[in-house]
């Protein structure tokens, strides 16, 4: 099977000689991640390059009708994430497709297009310090694999560490995870508290105005 | 002593009172110039190109319409040099050169020589040539209020925002293919400096501390490049605050290859901004550690502080990674100039 992509990348890439000025022969997947207190997001993008998105389109245009339907783009992310495995403190997650883009048929062609995926996945709660592994072995012989880390925006999560191995399809980063102080950009409480709290002392002052009107009424200092 | 120091010390506030008055007004000069410049292109222009050539300040899609890719495979917006009469194509070149330093200007001049080497070498393929650069603006050129000037095509995007006095160059994407070639019998290297400095840095390194800049994985691409806005990934390799003070304005010189682009005063205000986050910058490096003399290098380096981010990345696109490079150069606290609209 080796033999036969790296034939069939080789006649792709003499027949595409003057397209010098992009990628040929690698199908870059780069994923970045992004972790908050209760779950974890992830945004792949696939492009393969021109003298091996033939053998991409085959895969994904499973019919071979020359267009992929939405039925074989779904199918192929749902393969895609197949391929990828989740994991924190030893648990295996089960990611879920959050939306799925692909580009013209003709563009990945020419090894323009970028398909992109985006899935998420629940982490078990726990506080303190955890790892989470990441691995991709989508199309491992033809792969170029990129894996980062967006900087928290949760400031109770601080990453400590990342490492990978030399093709980037393995990833294990480490981060601490700080438990009570509930952080304002991570959730939704705090607009909830401060309309609750708002609504108290709009109540509180609407009693207030009223005891005062009827004292006044009835001649009582205020 | 105590009247030399008053000396002194009324020195020291006449020059920091000299200073703080003459930047704002060097560099409204220069927003000045550039509009004086964008005005006269303008002016150059029938309705129809001028049309094609302004967009609107809010026009999102127009100011994320830049790519590495040849403008045949990813079309931009605005005008392009082919399409201008010889006045035209001087007027236009003067806009983008009166935004830059002399430096930055033939750097980007050097780029565009370059995918013309590529145009005659490949039998006149029409993807490549310096004439396939394009320049757009999105709002009026104002000295007050924002506005924004786009250059470029193959492997080159100039995005430089205007607000006043003040210029943002980020994000901004350089590239050469090919990274060295002879041109009028000199050899030219477009991105020369900042593969050497950034490798002269590395050799300035103890062990330990290459040890901690040197990545153990391969990176195959720019992992912040075109549509990748506002992203800040976590930063790796070796920081700015473990390095001695010569390697830290190694460092900064490194920087100034892209911070340098834009015009003097922009480009002092920046350097100021990346100068004062410089303790948490880091340096990470992937990929080989040697150079043939006279070439480029072939490793990947990233460049990353609270205020920055720089990547220099070879392409292993079917022949030699040094001769093809992508490069990135990114605030993602102010692409765009977003921090200065916010105000």
Known sequence: MTKTLATAAATLLSLVAPASAHRLDEYLQATIISVEKNRVQAFTRLAPGVAVSSLVIANIDTNGD????????????????????????????????????????????????????????????????????FENHHQSRIAAYLVNCLVPRDKNIQITAQNRNENQSFYRLTYVQAVGRPDPSSLGLWPGVRASLGTVVLLLFAGLTLIWRQRAKHGMPA | MRLVSMRAASAICALAFTCLSLTPATAQIATGRIVSAANAFLSTLDNKQRQTVLFTFDDEKQRQRWSNFPTGFVPRGGISLKEMNATQRAAALAVVSSALSPRGFEKIQQIMEGDEVSRIKEGNNPMFGKDLYYISMLGKPSEKDPWMLQFGGHHLALNITIAGERGVLTPTLTGAQPALYTLNGKTVRPLGQESDKAFALLNALDEAQRKQAILSYRLADLVLGPGQDGKTIQPEGLKASAMNERQRAMLVDVIAEWAGIIHESAAAARMAEIKAGLEDTWFAWSGPITVTPGNNIAAYYRIQGPKLVVEYAPQRLGGDPAMHVHTMYRDPTNDYGRRLMAK
């Open chain 1, 66 to 133: 020359g267009i992929i339907s939405d039925t074989e783009q779904q199918a192929y992310a749902e393969r895609v994430l197949r391929d990828l495995s989740f994991s924190v403190d030893e648990h295996r997650l089960k990611p879920r497709l959050v939306s799925v883009a692909f580009p013209m048929t003709a563009e990945m062609k020419e090894g323009l297009g970028e398909i992109q995926i985006e899935f998420t996945a629940d982490l078990p709660g726990a506080g303190g310090s955890r790892e989470l592994i």
